[in-house]
Every structure is written in structure tokens, then in C-alpha cells.
């Protein structure tokens, strides 16, 4: 019976979605809010049969109900219960079943938002209308082409378990999930634009709105895409973090046109300009997301994040289409009634650097749209297969990643309007001699390479102007007889969205720095050690102390005892091992890190001798190379704090701060 429950749940709650949406776009009409009314409602069935539907499936693996033609397919007896409760999302249909939950979930939030703040308005109406056609697609799809409560008969006695890699190491639990939040969320403002579209005004209160429900999304994106690297850093044995793979870049594809919609979100909100390129980012990012579901999920990618099976691609294809062509109408049809009010004064001013900052961006994600559509545009038009490799992206990606870390700091320091040159020269002037003075200390401690000394010098100059922004009005705090912590504090409660967005600025620096470092000073070696000797490389030595098989109800493992030592004392014993998965002939190498602030070490067990007389270790050190998940966490936690709600003070305290200048923009890259 589960896998008849969960189908039905799921074409009820495509009934739901369906009714929904028509009723929604029904209360666009004058008098409509019985129809919207119609429409949440519709959206919280819907939400709940999914729920059902997802929690279902998850029932009939934990249980091992083999009946289930999904949990046959990805399930097994062996595989312990973390492993088997996450496989839901190993799949094809699993993990389109996610996505259908945690929009769903989308759905209930903008639908309890709609007729909060008074009566509905038209593009409200459009927007739920628009969000819950996205649903009926995704629900079209788990209940045909990619429904994972098919039957077997006979039932199976077992699986074959999860895909290795996904059973390989526990972070598998939180990568998906942070990557999924972050990816389907950008449905919701792409609801917004098109329904603001439809309707053929921007309310006023719509870059604060959209720009709100645009963070969420964008932050566990931000979280999902460092997870990823962290995760096939640690998995996969190979060193690396980001390899320019196709699947990879279907991720960072949307991060890219969502970040510059959020700066230029900002642009609309204080001056009026960028209406309409404001709404093409939006459904950029949003048709980007679609793009890299189909790459990944269609079989045309072969790749190690890829599920290759399935006959979706066409559906996925031609809903891209699809929405691709209304977008391109409804822009063309509603131009000249979102045309921008204001102009660009100075070009020292921070609506310039946030229009650089805009088309760096764009640029940025066409290089690697191009990168990674070319191989399969080539295929398509001539037969032959080619690649576009790490040199492509390495090359075309870097000056733009450097202009784009100059501008993480010049941006926020630059006026609204028009600002001066003497204004600049006294921001610019001590972080300028900070990154001087820095440039020529680690040039002389031996930073030869013009990329990582670049960089470091960049980032210095960048982070030196953000702290600029803080301590200048802290000074000011100062001299009213506060402590330097409490003015520090005062001025980054004063406006949480910009001071939040400042460290998400700082984080960003630190990832490039990590980057530049790690990449150029790698540095690697591999031996055949015998038993108890050891290899060096440089001020480090790795010792061969033992080997030894384990066995684990769902692998065999052959592992490793290693001792290294740097500069002659011991920093550790570490454990690199190889996994053996019955389903996969191969085994896959479980590297053992020593993680610091300075470099990694990272050791991978290549080979062995089956009488444990010698083994193959292979050593990287990578320098810096952690200052990127701390960068990440630095980002996440500038999001939590520019959205962390503002208690509320009383009438009398807050009345003198309203009538001294007004109200300042608010938003996390601010």
C-alpha cells in the first residue's frame, strides 16, 4: 500500500495546485480576494498532501518495503539508517520529490504573507498564481515521467543501496538540502517579477519585498555551493574543491545573476533606475536554476553530481521554453510602463559601482554559461565531442573575480549620488597604505606570484574601506562618551541589513584570498612507503606505521595508519582508507585532513601491499585552503544577522532617530 498512497497524495496535491492557480489568477479581477482566498487555501492542501506524499516514501525506506520500485533502486538492508533516511535524495525521482516539498513549503510562506498588510493586490494574486503553476510542473512530474511510487512484482529481497559516493561520508546529509533550500527558493521572487509583469506596475513596496524573499534563498545557495566544495574536497580524494564541472556550474550560474539582482535591487529601491534590468535578473536566475535541473538531471552531463536515467529532459526542456518565451513577451509588452525614473548622476557614486558590480556579474555567469553549454551546443551542430577545461574558466573568470574584489569595497564606500575626490582620497587613503605595506611585506616573506599578491593586496585594500564604514560613525558614537565596543555594537545594531551585508562583504574576501593561495601554493607529492619508514616533503615526513582491513555492514574498508611529523615533532596519527562497495568494482579513497589556519595536510591511501608490507600515500598541502568554509561561515552568519528582527523600541526612543535624515536602504550587499 505505500506506494499507492504516496502516488495518490501526490495527484491530489497536483489537483490542489492546479485548482489553486486557476483560482489565483482569478482574484487578479477588482473584487477578486474570495478567489486568492481560494488560492491559499488550495495552498495549504497542496503543501500537505506533498508532505504526505515525502514522508511516505521515507516510511517505505526506512522500512525496506522493496515493493516500491524507488526504494529497490536505491535502498538496501545493509545501509545504516542515516545513510538509508538520505537516500531519498539520491536519485532522479527522490530528489525531484525534495524539490516538490520544499516548494511546497515556499508556496505556504508566500501565501500567509498575501492580504497581511491590507487588501490583495493584483500582482499579489499573479504572483501565488505564478508560483503554484511551478508546482503543478514539478507535481506533473513526480506523479508521471519521474514517479517514484512505481510497483514491483515480484518484491526484491534487497537493493543495491545508495550510490557509493552519497553513502561515503555524512556531509551527503547537509549539501543537497542546503543546495535545494537555496535553488527552488528562487521560484518565489521570480513569482514576484512575473506577476509584477502581468499586472504592469511595481508596487512601492516591491524591491523591499522581493529583496527580502530573495536573501533566504540566496544565502543557503551561498551555503550549498561552499558545502559542495567542502564536501568534494573531503570526499573524493583529489585535493580539489571546484573542478569547473558542468554540474557545479549549474549552481553557481543563478548564485551569480542573484547576487547582481541584489545589488541592483538596492539601485531601484534608493534612485528608481534599473526596473526593468532588475526583473531580468530575477528570471534569469530563475530560468538558470531550470537550466541546471535539466543538465543535471536530463543525461546529457556525464558527471559525478549527475543522475544520468530517467526520460524527464524534455519536460524539464520544454517548460525552460516556456517560461523562457512568456518572460521574453511580458518584458517587450511591459517596457515602457516600467521605465526607470531616475539617471545616473556621478560616476563617483555608489549606483556606478553597483552597475559595475551588476554587469561583472553578468558577464561572469555568461563565461561560464558559454563554458559549459558549448561542449553540448557543438555536439549538437557538428558530431563532435569537445571540452571546455579548468584553463577556460581559470582564464576568463579571474580578472573578473579580481574587479569584483575591488569592488566588495569600494562600492560601499562610495556615496549615493555623486561623491568627491577629496571625499575618496581621505576613505581611500589608510586602507590604501594598509595594502601597500602589506603588498611589500609578503612580497618580501616570498609571494612571487602576481595572482595570489594581487589578491591579497586587493582584499586588504577592500576589507581596510569596509572597516573604514564601521569606525567612522563608531567615531562619532565616541566622541558622545561611549566605549569603543558599545560604539562599535551601536553603529552594527543601528542598520542590521547593511552592517549584515558588510560581513557578507568580509567573507567573500576571505574565500578569494583561500582560492588564490590554495591554488597557486599547492603543493603534492605521492611515495611507495615500506612499513615504519617514511617520505618527506619538505618541513614535512610521513610515516607507514600499519594497514588493516574493517568491515562495516554496508563497505569493507582496507585502512591506513599514518604518523606525520613537520619539522621533526608529531602533528598526528591519521587514518586514509579505501572503501569497497559491492556495488562498485573501484574502490573510493577516503583522504585523512590535518586542517589549520595556515595549510592542510591532506593524505590519501592510494595503494597497499595485501601483506601490509608497503603502501602507495599521496600528500597535499594546501595552503589557506581552510580560510574558505571560515569565509563561508562568515557569510552565512552576515545573512542571520542583517536578518535577525529588530526589537522594537519605544515610541519616544525611536522618534528623534526618525527625524534626523530619514530612511537609509536597506540590504545585505549595501
Known amino acids: 500500500m505505500t506506494g499507492p498512497l504516496g502516488h495518490i497524495a501526490t495527484l491530489l496535491a497536483l489537483l490542489c495546485a492546479g485548482a489553486g492557480a486557476v483560482t489565483a489568477f482569478l482574484g487578479s479581477r477588482a473584487g477578486g480576494e474570495r478567489f486568492v482566498g481560494a488560492g491559499r487555501r488550495a495552498a495549504f492542501a497542496m503543501a500537505a498532501f506533498v508532505a504526505v506524499a515525502f514522508l511516505t516514501m521515507e516510511y517505505a525506506l526506512i522500512t525496506h518495503d522493496f515493493s516500491v520500485k524507488y526504494v529497490a533502486q536505491v535502498g538496501s538492508r ?46 499579489a494574486a499573479f504572483s501565488l498564481g505564478t508560483l503554484l503553476i511551478v508546482n503543478v510542473f514539478f507535481l506533473i512530474l513526480i506523479a508521471f515521467p519521474a514517479n517514484p511510487f512505481g510497483t514491483l512484482n515480484p518484491v526484491p529481497a534487497n537493493g543495491p543501496g545508495p550510490n557509493p559516493l552519497l553513502q561515503n561520508h555524512a556531509f551527503m546529509g547537509v549539501h543537497p538540502p542546503l543546495l535545494y533550500i537555496g535553488y527552488v527558493g528562487m521560484a518565489v521572487p521570480f513569482s514576484f517579477g512575473f506577476g509584477s509583469l502581468l499586472a504592469g506596475r511595481l508596487d512601492p513596496e516591491w524591491p523591499r519585498r522581493i529583496r527580502r524573499w530573495t536573501i533566504v534563498p540566496w544565502a543557503f545557495l551561498t551555503l550549498g555551493i561552499v558545502a559542495g566544495a567542502w564536501w568534494s574536497y573531503e570526499v573524493l580524494g583529489w585535493g580539489g574543491y571546484w573542478a569547473w564541472d558542468p554540474v557545479e556550474n549549474a549552481s553557481f550560474m ?38 541546471g535541473t535539466f543538465l543535471t538531471r536530463s543525461g546529457v552531463l556525464a558527471s559525478v553530481h549527475a543522475f544520468t536515467e530517467g526520460l524527464i529532459g524534455p519536460f524539464f526542456l520544454g517548460f525552460l521554453a516556456l517560461v523562457l518565451l512568456a518572460s521574453l513577451v511580458l518584458l517587450a509588452w511591459r517596457g515602457e510602463a516600467l521605465r526607470s525614473t531616475g539617471t545616473l548622476d556621478s560616476a563617483l557614486s555608489r549606483e556606478t559601482a553597483f552597475l559595475a558590480n551588476n554587469l561583472l556579474f553578468a558577464g561572469f555567469a555568461f563565461t561560464v554559461l558559454l563554458g559549459t553549454m558549448f561542449p553540448l551546443v557543438s555536439e549538437a551542430a557538428r558530431g563532435v565531442k569537445v571540452s571546455v577545461g579548468a584553463p577556460y574558466f581559470n582564464q576568463m573568470s579571474v580578472p573578473i573575480a579580481l574587479g569584483l574584489v575591488f569592488l566588495v569595497g569600494v562600492g560601499p564606500a562610495l556615496p549615493w549620488r555623486k561623491g568627491s575626490a577629496g571625499l575618496l582620497g581621505r576613505k581611500f587613503l589608510w586602507p590604501g597604505i594598509a595594502a601597500g605595506v602589506v603588498g611589500v611585506g609578503i612580497a618580501l616573506l616570498g609571494v612571487r606570484a602576481p595572482l595570489v599578491w594581487l589578491t591579497i593586496v586587493m582584499a586588504v585594500f577592500a576589507f581596510g574601506l569596509l572597516i573604514g564604514e564601521v569606525l567612522g560613525p563608531a567615531a562619532i558614537r565616541r566622541a558622545r562618551g561611549e566605549g569603543v565596543l558599545q560604539a562599535v555594537a551601536g553603529v552594527a545594531l543601528s542598520n542590521r541589513r547593511r552592517y549584515g551585508g558588510y560581513t557578507v562583504h568580509a567573507g567573500v574576501l576571505l574565500i578569494a584570498v583561500g582560492i588564490a593561495v590554495s591554488t ?151
Open 520 to 670: 597557486v601554493y599547492r603543493r603534492e607529492g605521492e611515495w611507495t612507503i615500506k612499513l615504519r619508514e617514511a617520505a618527506t616533503m619538505g618541513p614535512y615526513a610521513i610515516q607507514f606505521d600499519s594497514l588493516w582491513a574493517a568491515q562495516e555492514p554496508h563497505r569493507d574498508a582496507v585502512i591506513a595508519g599514518v604518523t606525520a611529523f613537520y619539522k621533526g615533532s608529531p602533528i598526528g596519527r591519521f587514518y586514509p582508507r579505501l572503501n569497497y562497495y559491492r556495488i562498485q568494482r573501484e574502490p573510493i579513497a577516503t583522504p585523512a585532513v590535518r586542517e589549520h589556519l595556515r595549510e592542510d595536510l591532506y593524505l590519501v591511501l592510494m595503494a597497499y601491499d595485501e601483506k601490509g608490507a608497503h603502501a602507495t600515500i599521496k600528500a597535499i598541502v594546501s595552503p589557506l585552503v581552510g580560510w574558505i568554509w571560515i569565509g563561508g561561515i562568515v557569510m552565512g552568519l552576515g545573512v542571520i544577522f542583517a536578518l535577525w528582527p529588530r526589537r522594537r523600541r519605544p515610541l519616544d526612543d525611536a522618534a528623534p532617530a526618525m527625524s534626523q535624515g530619514g530612511r537609509e536602504p536597506v540590504g545585505v550587499a549595501e
Open 78 to 123: 545493509e545501509t545504516p539508517l542515516f545513510y538509508t533516511i538520505i537516500s531519498l535524495w539520491s536519485a532522479l525521482q527522490g530528489s525531484i520529490l525534495l524539490w516538490s516539498l520544499i516548494l511546497s513549503v515556499y508556496t505556504v510562506l508566500v501565501a500567509r504573507s498575501i492580504g497581511r498588510s491590507g487588501p490583495v493586490g493584483r500582482e
Open 254 to 291: 543563478p548564485w551569480l545573476t542573484a547576487t547582481a539582482f541584489l545589488h541592483s535591487v538596492m539601485v531601484q529601491e534608493r534612485r528608481g533606475m534599473l526596473k526593468m534590468w532588475t526583473l531580468t535578473l530575477i528570471i534569469a536566475t530563475f530560468l538558470l536554476t531550470l537550466l
